[in-house]
Protein backbone atom coordinates (compact mmCIF):
# COMPACT_ATOMS: atom_id res chain seq x y z
CA UNK A 1 0.00 0.00 0.00
CA UNK A 2 1.51 3.71 -1.14
CA UNK A 3 -0.25 6.73 -0.03
CA UNK A 4 0.06 9.60 -2.04
CA UNK A 5 0.40 13.17 -0.33
CA UNK A 6 0.57 16.45 -3.16
CA UNK A 7 1.68 20.02 -2.02
CA UNK A 8 2.88 22.93 -3.45
CA UNK A 9 0.28 24.02 -5.69
CA UNK A 10 -1.36 28.06 -5.73
CA UNK A 11 -2.20 30.74 -7.76
CA UNK A 12 0.43 32.02 -10.12
CA UNK A 13 0.76 34.67 -12.84
CA UNK A 14 1.71 34.21 -16.40
CA UNK A 15 4.95 32.74 -16.86
CA UNK A 16 5.58 32.48 -13.29
CA UNK A 17 6.79 28.93 -11.83
CA UNK A 18 5.48 26.60 -9.32
CA UNK A 19 7.17 23.44 -7.39
CA UNK A 20 4.85 20.91 -6.73
CA UNK A 21 5.57 17.96 -4.36
CA UNK A 22 4.66 13.99 -3.81
CA UNK A 23 5.13 12.82 -0.27
CA UNK A 24 4.55 9.14 -0.45
CA UNK A 25 4.15 6.61 2.66
CA UNK A 26 5.57 3.03 2.70
CA UNK A 27 9.24 1.70 2.35
CA UNK A 28 8.36 0.30 -1.29
CA UNK A 29 8.95 4.20 -3.20
CA UNK A 30 11.96 3.57 -4.64
CA UNK A 31 10.08 0.11 -6.44
CA UNK A 32 7.27 2.28 -7.51
CA UNK A 33 7.74 4.80 -11.24
CA UNK A 34 6.14 7.66 -10.85
CA UNK A 35 3.78 10.24 -12.58
CA UNK A 36 1.99 13.18 -12.49
CA UNK A 37 -1.75 14.05 -14.42
CA UNK A 38 -3.58 16.87 -14.49
CA UNK A 39 -7.51 17.51 -14.87
CA UNK A 40 -8.49 20.70 -15.80
CA UNK A 41 -12.73 21.69 -15.22
CA UNK A 42 -14.70 20.10 -18.01
CA UNK A 43 -11.42 17.90 -19.22
CA UNK A 44 -10.18 14.62 -19.35
CA UNK A 45 -7.19 13.75 -17.07
CA UNK A 46 -4.11 14.00 -18.98
CA UNK A 47 -0.76 12.78 -18.51
CA UNK A 48 2.09 15.29 -17.67
CA UNK A 49 5.32 13.37 -16.95
CA UNK A 50 6.44 10.56 -15.61
CA UNK A 51 9.87 9.15 -13.68
CA UNK A 52 11.42 6.04 -13.46
CA UNK A 53 12.16 3.93 -9.99
CA UNK A 54 15.98 4.94 -10.66
CA UNK A 55 15.07 8.88 -11.63
CA UNK A 56 17.17 7.72 -14.44
CA UNK A 57 14.19 7.87 -17.33
CA UNK A 58 12.10 10.43 -18.00
CA UNK A 59 8.74 11.18 -20.29
CA UNK A 60 7.36 14.41 -20.41
CA UNK A 61 3.52 15.52 -22.53
CA UNK A 62 4.79 17.27 -25.20
CA UNK A 63 2.75 20.40 -24.31
CA UNK A 64 4.67 20.51 -20.88
CA UNK A 65 8.33 19.63 -22.54
CA UNK A 66 11.08 21.62 -22.14
CA UNK A 67 9.14 23.79 -19.40
CA UNK A 68 8.80 21.02 -16.61
CA UNK A 69 10.48 18.98 -15.14
CA UNK A 70 9.83 15.91 -12.46
CA UNK A 71 12.43 14.25 -10.60
CA UNK A 72 12.60 12.16 -7.45
CA UNK A 73 14.30 12.22 -4.14
CA UNK A 74 14.11 8.11 -2.82
CA UNK A 75 15.89 8.82 0.28
CA UNK A 76 12.88 11.11 1.64
CA UNK A 77 10.18 9.20 -0.38
CA UNK A 78 9.40 12.42 -2.69
CA UNK A 79 8.62 13.02 -6.05
CA UNK A 80 8.76 16.82 -7.71
CA UNK A 81 7.25 18.54 -10.74
CA UNK A 82 9.03 21.90 -11.46
CA UNK A 83 7.02 24.01 -13.33
CA UNK A 84 8.29 27.08 -15.35
CA UNK A 85 7.05 29.24 -18.04
CA UNK A 86 3.17 28.17 -16.65
CA UNK A 87 0.48 29.62 -18.97
CA UNK A 88 -3.16 29.89 -18.10
CA UNK A 89 -4.02 26.43 -19.98
CA UNK A 90 -1.33 24.80 -17.28
CA UNK A 91 -4.43 25.06 -14.41
CA UNK A 92 -5.75 21.99 -13.51
CA UNK A 93 -5.71 20.16 -10.53
CA UNK A 94 -2.47 18.35 -10.58
CA UNK A 95 -2.05 14.42 -9.27
CA UNK A 96 0.19 12.11 -8.49
CA UNK A 97 0.05 8.49 -9.25
CA UNK A 98 2.92 5.55 -8.75
CA UNK A 99 3.00 2.56 -10.85
CA UNK A 100 4.74 -0.59 -10.38
CA UNK A 101 5.98 -0.45 -14.11
CA UNK A 102 7.91 2.15 -16.38
CA UNK A 103 5.53 1.26 -19.02
CA UNK A 104 2.38 2.65 -20.40
CA UNK A 105 2.80 5.35 -17.94
CA UNK A 106 1.11 7.62 -20.11
CA UNK A 107 -2.02 6.05 -19.58
CA UNK A 108 -3.76 6.49 -16.07
CA UNK A 109 -4.73 2.72 -16.31
CA UNK A 110 -1.19 1.86 -15.52
CA UNK A 111 -0.87 3.14 -12.25
CA UNK A 112 -2.19 1.51 -8.83
CA UNK A 113 -1.35 4.54 -6.50
CA UNK A 114 -3.12 8.27 -6.66
CA UNK A 115 -2.96 11.33 -4.71
CA UNK A 116 -5.76 13.51 -3.69
CA UNK A 117 -4.60 16.57 -6.02
CA UNK A 118 -3.44 20.26 -5.58
CA UNK A 119 -4.67 22.82 -7.36
CA UNK A 120 -2.67 25.46 -9.65
CA UNK A 121 -3.90 28.24 -11.38
CA UNK A 122 -2.42 30.25 -13.75
CA UNK A 123 -3.86 33.73 -14.46
CA UNK A 124 -3.43 35.70 -17.77
Known amino acids: QVQLVESGGGLVQSGGSLRLSCAAS????????MGWFRQAPGKEREFVAA????????TYADSVKGRFDISRVNAKNTVYLQMNSLRPEDTAVYSC?????????????????WGQGTQVTVSS
Open 97 to 113: AASRLFYGVEHSRSYEY
Open 26 to 33: GRTFSSYA
Open 51 to 58: ISWSGGST
